[in-house]
């Protein structure tokens, strides 16, 4: 397996440990993983270089300055309203996984789910949405668009690991949240740690000290690459107390999930209803992609095949999968 472990270390490979060379103590200790951060950082930023014109200046601002932006007023109240019925007429495929006693429930909005949803059609085809999360992404292609539903304290069971704050990743990834209701801190407001995301010498060092780590002391998350950062860790890192984005109706969040981020703590049966998108691009990648269509409904087929492989593998073991099928009811019983 040693060639296939090297050859990830170009790709965005993160597990400490599903890849022991990513894992390596020694290696990590000469400098592996603080290579890469810093390797993909730079490339990231020659990307978005190169993107500039995608963004207006505000953005682009924010987006370095804090690690996200906030626009108020995306979408107007009676856009937000048509969507909303939309979202409760859609009968297609919908998922579900569960964390803790968490669920976050997902419609993939590619052709199929948006067909007979035009106000969703018109939002995920729009170039003023698009365009600043291709920036933020540092990538050409269009993001993976979702309606996302998170609904907290739904069974007994553990506290959700994405109510910790962590980073997602060791490079510049993008998620973007449009939310569909107003968000109370009883709702879990996405929350995120300003400035978190400069690797400043402060978070070099933490790096470095978890990656030497990571594989040996396991917490179910940072071992898999994506490193949970306690108040304390913050506090020495020098960074401030992390801000939950509490908006109303109709704002996009845009957000570096490099830097540290999660979800409030939201009151248990409450739900969060949004338009959500990602993209993780390929870190040392130094050209942006190709800015077409294809490539983003590509991308779903490839994902959903992904998806009915898991289920099929599961029903196997008589088992689900973890991202698995729920009747599109559960997650649309919105007022
Ligand atoms: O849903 C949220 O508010 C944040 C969850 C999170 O950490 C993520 O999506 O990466
Ligand atoms: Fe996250």
Sequence with gaps: MAPVWIIA?????????????????????????????????????????????????QVRRALHKDGFV???????????????SEI?????????????????????????ALDGKPQLTALCGSKRFLRPLKYASAKLSPPLLYVQRIRNGIREAGADPQKTMHADTFHPTMKAWLFLEDVTPAKGPFTYVKGSHK??????????????TAAEKPD???????????PDDLKAMGLPEPEGACARAGTLVIANTNGFHGRGQAEDNQSRLEVWAYARPSPF????????GLVGKLQSKVLKAYWRRKDSIATARNSRASWHLIDASEMTDID
């Design 9 to 57: 270390l170009g790709t965005s490979a993160k597990s400490f440990v599903g890849n022991p060379v990513i894992g390596s103590r020694a290696l990590n200790t000469l400098g592996l993983h603080i290579m890469r951060v810093l390797l993909a950082r730079a490339i990231t930023w020659f990307r978005w270089i190169l993107l500039t014109p995608l963004a207006d200046q």
């Design 220 to 230: 179910g998350y940072s071992e898999k690459g994506s490193f949970r950062a306690s």
């Design 285 to 292: 990648n130094p050209l942006p992609g190709l800015p077409f």
């Design 88 to 112: 409760k007429a859609h009968t297609g495929e919908t998922r579900q996984m569960l964390q803790g006693n968490t669920a976050t429930q997902r419609i993939l909005l590619d052709m199929a």
């Design 199 to 212: 690797l400043t010498a402060a978070r070099l060092a933490w790096e470095y000290r978890r990656s030497r």
């Design 70 to 84: 906030v626009i108020p007023d995306f979408i107007t109240e009676e856009e937000i309203n048509t969507i909303r």
